[in-house]
């Protein structure tokens, strides 16, 4: 069992990229978290999905940022016009089930933009 | 009032210390009590789960809640080296989504 899988590891955008970053839940697990840690600060959450669907994207910044995980494929984090505030490690977690317990984190994908 | 607050760090003592973390919440609707430890440059992996008040022992670690005082706690003893990492207190309620204190930064030196 190879766990979270995320890739890149690490991503580097100039302001006004695209960044996309992917995450392969663990066998079994069809529930995917995307969370994200900005320097000095705590894991914040940013959405939640399904299977072809979004749960809970309450986390979400309104502009330039969106999610999906398809049918088929690993589940995306596209983050358009890249500007240095984003520059954090962005964390994937997928369970079982749906509630908070059962987690597994991967690696993350730690992105700067320059 | 912030819905998480984790005594700032970092933290560093002798190899054999016993270490006290320790968070405070304010949501009452938190049901699950957990801590994680992140290494460097790597994901959060859970350490400690519990759902109600008093104590929870796992071999050198025990996880402490208190649930009127909305406090908890992990504990260390006989801490070694390999126990340097970042410790983050999580929090969640009904729903899926975990609410992180900002982490601890622990140093045991040798």
């Known amino acids: 069992n190879a766990g979270v899988m995320q890739n890149p590891r690490h991503l580097v955008r100039r302001r006004g990229q695209e960044a996309r970053l992917r995450c392969s839940p663990m066998?079994?697990?069809?529930?995917v978290y995307w969370y994200r840690q900005l320097p000095e600060e705590g894991l914040k959450f940013m959405v939640y999905l399904q299977k072809e669907n979004i749960i809970d994207e309450s986390g979400m910044p309104k502009e330039r940022f969106s999610a999906e995980f398809p049918k088929e494929g690993p589940s995306i984090l596209r983050i358009q016009q890249v500007v240095r505030g984003d520059s954090a490690a962005y964390f994937c977690a997928s369970s079982p089930g749906g509630v908070g317990l059962g987690y597994t984190f991967g690696s993350g994908t730690r992105l700067t933009v320059v | 009032q912030k819905e998480v607050e984790q005594d700032p760090g970092p933290l560093s003592v002798p190899e054999g210390a016993i270490v006290s973390l320790n968070c405070t919440y304010s949501?009452?609707?938190?049901?699950?009590f957990m801590w994680y430890r992140q290494y460097s440059r790597k994901g959060p992996e859970l350490l400690m789960y519990t759902y109600s008040s008093g104590n929870k022992e796992d071999g050198r670690f025990t996880a402490q809640v208190d649930k009127s005082s909305k406090y908890i706690s992990l504990f260390i003893r006989d801490s070694q080296p390999s126990d340097s990492a970042t410790y983050l207190c999580?929090?969640?309620?009904?729903?899926?989504?975990?609410?992180f204190g900002k982490g601890i930064t622990l140093s045991v030196r040798p």
């Open positions: 999580a929090f969640t309620g009904a729903n899926s989504k975990l609410t």
């Open positions: 949501n009452s609707a938190f049901q699950y």
């Open positions: 066998k079994g697990h069809s529930h």
